[in-house]
Every structure is written in C-alpha cells, then in structure tokens.
C-alpha cells in the first residue's frame, strides 16, 4: 500500500473515532458522507475491520465481542469504505433515535 493511500485510510478512521468519540449523530452522518464521497473516486480505501466493530459496539452500547460473533463469517481483515458506510447508516438506521449514542 503506497504512503498517501495509507494516510487517507488512516485520516477516514481517525475521522470515524472523532465523530463515534463526539456521540453526535450529525458528525457520523457528516462521516457517512465523507466516506461516500471519497468512494467516488478511491476504490481502494478500506479500513480495518477492528476499527468498523469497534465503531458498530459503540453506537449499539454492547462489548466488541458481541459483535465480533455476529460478524465472524467476515473474513477479511479490511473492509471496502463503502461497505462501511452503509454498514453505519444500517446500524443507525435500525435504532430509535433516543437509543443512538
């Protein structure tokens, strides 16, 4: 992986840490957008899928572990920006808002 992708990989988690850190609704759909945006015209940006289960144990309030079985028929270790995103706005998207964060 070529330096500048690594950056822009590592800048989308660290965004995505601030705005899950920030529990604002607003500033993950603000990433939402961002991470669409970029899938525009980077294919190839994925983030770790520690970061997205971390990131999903968070907004649903419950260990790592749990769902880390959910999503063990995962295999890979990255997962496509895209995916991701969509993840999020599924995950957000299931909840009352009052649960959220």
């Known amino acids: 992986m070529c330096a500048e992708l690594l950056g822009r990989v ?3 988690e660290l965004m995505l ?6 529990g604002s609704l607003q500033f993950l759909l603000e990433w939402v957008k961002m991470a669409l945006t970029c899938c ?3 294919k190839e940006l994925r983030l770790t899928k520690n970061t ?7 907004i649903r309030r419950c260990p790592v572990e749990v769902v880390e079985k959910e999503f063990e028929q995962l295999t890979q270790t990255e997962l496509d920006l895209y995916f991701v995103a969509n993840l999020i706005i599924k995950e957000v998207g299931s909840y009352r808002i009052s649960n959220i964060f």
């Open 10 to 12: 590592l800048g989308a």
């Open 17 to 22: 840490g601030l705005a899950i850190q920030r």
């Open 40 to 42: 525009e015209t980077e």
């Open 52 to 58: 997205v289960l971390f990131t999903l144990s968070i």
